[in-house]
């Protein structure tokens, strides 16, 4: 655990630098003036729009790709070329000339793992920058200890590390490359509030170490505050204002700009954005018309794995899988909340989508009233895609996901056009969550928060007396969080009956309700029940 | 499903030979085998492929849960030249246009031998080389550019990652209505559309990723590797391992009287 001395903090200036995309009118980022100083830590905030990762990616030295930019600069700007303005210097050098003095880490975990096996993974950032073999080896053992891997062995399986060890890892191959700036864009926005914790720590423990620099983009300022030593508010970037609205410590800026950051919908810490209440409390009890049972969940053993066959020597028999929980019971009634939570890996949206009518149970049933079913039968993963769309809506946690045409208002339609009534609800959808301006967008160009309103908004465009969402509140900034929970609150009012697969404790808060409580997985005892209560009202 | 490509824990010897020296043995079987249709050379290589099947780890069942689409396809073909091929000899079995004589019958074995005979070097080659090891040979050893054997090596991860994918949209558009129900035709579209929806994944994904390696300073002419693929004496005698197998089916083929090579015609 030595030979860190080789890592020298990195320096940023940008002097009237901006961006713009290749194919886009307005530029990303314009006249930005900033100065770094090396070993600094510094949580860049804002609307989105306001150019953060397009910063973050410029540092990197990954934005556009270098012939573009040779291109523009000899020749006339033209709008299919990406254009860069003014000056973004690390150590006084363009960050592509600088390969290896930036790490960036990204959001989705998946993609920030190259090589199948820990060991290759991590060293991979080192080979490239033609580092001595001999030296890689010790540089991934250190890395590895670093970010707290270091108790598995090099040839551990990528893929069957959880979302927080894949960030930590990514951390490690960034760590093994001795870079002097670490940028971070949203690096724990798709994880679990564990997994948060685990990377955000493991980052404070590095920088540290090195001294490294810091730049990291997160809606979530509580995470990050007590880490960094400098907040820079960034804004959409005009020909006259600044790019940089805000700059200082940490508890000034927060002081200064909350009211501004609250509009914005960044996440200030002690603020947790106003909803609507529920009327009624938490719609348990008293609500004589709510209540009614529409769905129920049996001893239910649920796996996302269909059943094998065997092969020639066992006679092509049929195999369940392993459920990943089993023992299952719950109720979904009219009108109530029912929040599934657990830890990672407790098969919680294998059960929402097995209740959903989306996966065969393994065990088990779920089972439909008369009141819900309405003549469809009583399993509903048996019904046709258009009856369980009127019944059941399910809103998966990736938007895109469940994109079906190329444009906002045809995407809304889709449903009632499928089912043949209910048109006129569209209307009233648009107008409540806030997408009229968009009907002829293309879905996939929508940022995050328009895609979340969407995805609730196509699904309720069927009319399903049932939503069921994983983890809707992921990622998403306070803005439409607080829409979303309000919405919500008020389809529970009118009758829906509302499951949601949530980490978020002030999400389920809103909702009211019981909670179903998940145990820690466990493979491979059939018929044993999993550590569930339903039915426990949420305090 | 994500894990299909990677050898799950085999610790058998020839997982540690070196990935160009196993592929070379299998090119020299392949070759041997490819020249003749005969049941002896095929038969004699095969008895020596099924020994080598504990040195890789590999087991019937594993066998038959990778390799069977080859070996269906091999049975076929066994099957139909039985069948259809020429009669010579007495008549086994006649069945209008169809019939089976000893003739067809030993060239539709020989066939049949033959095809798994060539099939299983390479369902043995798969189920004991990593592809990261592979990769590293064909980089380092083959001289293939790195650039486009990492790439492939970082996107082939992404192809388990892709298989999930494919089911999860397939649930989420059935959440949206899209069934599997109803006519061909409407089958056939919500299938493109499913395939549309993994595309447009598949690229993100991709992207992202190009993204990542970039930042980790890949793309540049030179790197080190962490990993050096080196021969060793395992491989010499993975070498000649392909080079006697092949040796004693030719010859066997040939003291038994069955050689008959596919180029010169039938008699």
């Known amino acids: 655990m030595t030979s860190v001395d080789d890592v020298r903090p990195a320096a940023v200036t940008a002097r009237g630098w901006g961006w713009r995309h290749a194919g886009r009118a307005r530029p990303a980022v314009t006249g930005l003036d900033l100065d770094i100083r090396p070993g600094e830590r510094v949580l860049l905030l804002g609307p989105s729009g306001a150019g953060k990762s397009t910063l973050l990616h410029a540092l990197a030295g990954v934005l556009g790709d270098s012939t573009a930019a040779a291109a523009s600069a000899d020749a006339s700007a033209d709008a299919e070329d990406s254009d860069e303005t003014g000056s973004l210097l690390i150590d006084g050098a363009p960050p592509r000339a600088r390969r290896g003095r930036a790490g960036l880490m990204q959001q989705d975990p998946e993609t920030q793992v190259v090589l199948s096996r820990l060991g290759d993974d991590v060293a991979f950032g080192a080979e490239n920058l033609s580092v001595p073999p001999a030296d890689i080896w010790r540089r991934v053992g250190e890395a590895l200890d670093d970010v707290g891997l270091g108790g598995l062995p090099l040839q551990h399986p990528t893929s069957a590390l959880s979302g927080g060890q894949k960030q930590r890892l990514a951390l490690a191959g960034i760590l093994a490359m001795r870079p002097g700036l670490l940028l971070l864009d949203e690096p724990t926005a798709n994880l679990d509030p564990a997994g948060v914790l685990e990377v955000r720590d493991a980052v404070g423990r590095c920088l540290d170490k090195t001294g490294a620099t810091l730049v990291v983009v997160e809606h979530r300022v509580a995470v990050w505050k007590d880490l960094v030593d400098r907040i820079v508010v960034l804004q959409p970037g005009s020909a006259t204002d600044s790019a940089v609205l805000l700059d200082g410590p940490p508890d000034l800026v927060l002081e200064q700009a909350r009211d501004m950051l609250i509009a914005a919908g960044v996440w200030v810490p002690g603020h947790v954005p106003a909803t609507r209440a529920r009327r009624g409390g938490t719609g348990l009890e008293g609500d004589a018309g709510a209540g009614q049972l529409l769905l129920a969940a049996e001893e239910l053993a649920v796996s996302r794995e269909r059943p094998r066959r065997t092969g020639l020597l066992r006679g092509f028999r049929t195999v369940p899988p392993v459920p990943v929980q089993s023992g299952i019971t719950a109720q979904v009634r009219a009108g109530q909340a029912l929040t599934i939570t657990g830890p990672n890996g407790s098969g919680k949206s294998t059960f929402a989508l097995t209740l959903a009518g989306l996966l065969a149970p393994v065990a088990g049933a779920v089972s439909a009233t008369t009141e819900l079913s309405a003549g469809a039968g009583i399993d509903p993963y048996k019904w046709r895609a258009q009856q369980l769309i009127a019944r059941i809506g399910t809103v998966f946690q990736e938007p895109e996901h469940q994109f079906v045409t190329g444009r906002v208002l045809d995407e809304l339609m889709f449903g009632p056009r499928q089912l043949g009534r209910g048109e006129e609800r569209v209307d009233e959808l648009l107008e409540r969550l806030r997408l009229r301006e968009l009907v002829d967008a293309n879905p996939y160009t929508l940022s995050g928060g328009e895609k979340r309103r969407l995805s609730v908004a196509t699904v309720l465009a069927a009319h399903p007396q049932v939503l069921v969402l994983d983890e809707p509140t992921f990622g998403q900034d306070a803005n439409t969080w607080a829409e979303l929970a309000s919405f919500l609150s008020e389809l529970l009012d009118a009758g829906t009956a509302v499951v949601s697969v949530t980490h978020d404790a002030e999400f389920s808060e809103v909702l009211g309700g019981a909670e179903l409580k998940l145990g820690a997985p466990q493979p491979g005892v059939p018929g044993l029940p999993g550590r569930t209560n339903p039915g426990v009202a949420a305090p | ?267």
């Open chain 2, 1 to 267: 499903m994500r894990d299909a490509l990677t050898l799950r824990g085999n610790h058998a010897l020839l997982t540690r030979a070196n990935p160009l020296a196993k592929f070379s043995g299998v090119v020299l079987i392949t070759v041997a085998l490819a020249l003749s249709i005969d049941w002896v050379s095929a038969s004699v290589a095969l008895a020596f492929e099924l020994l080598l099947f504990p040195l890789a780890g590999l087991t019937l069942a594993l066998l038959w849960q990778r390799g069977w689409p080859l070996i269906l396809a091999a049975a076929m073909g066994g099957w139909s030249t039985a069948i259809l091929a020429p009669d010579h000899g007495r008549i086994l079995l006649d069945v209008g246009v169809w019939s089976i004589s000893e003739g067809s019958l030993q060239l539709g074995l020989g066939f049949l031998l033959r095809g798994l005979a060539i099939a299983l070097p390479a369902v043995l080659l798969m189920s004991c080389t990593d592809p990261t090891d592979l990769a590293d040979a064909l980089a380092q050893q083959a001289k293939l550019p790195h650039r486009f054997v990492l790439g492939t090596l970082a996107a082939m991860r992404l192809v388990g990652l892709m298989a999930e994918e494919w089911q999860t949209i397939g649930m989420a558009r059935r959440a949206r209505g899209v069934g599997s129900h109803g006519s061909p035709v409407q089958r056939l579209k919500a299938t493109l559309g499913q395939s549309f929806g993994l595309m447009v994944q598949a690229v993100r994904r991709a992207s992202r990723l190009a993204v990542t390696m970039e930042a980790r300073g890949f793309g540049g002419a030179q790197r080190t590797w962490a990993r050096k693929a080196t021969f060793s004496r395992l491989d010499a005698w993975v070498v000649l391992g392909g080079l006697l197998i092949s040796g004693a089916a030719v010859a066997a083929a040939m003291g038994a009287g069955t050689w008959n090579m596919v180029f010169l015609g039938q008699q």
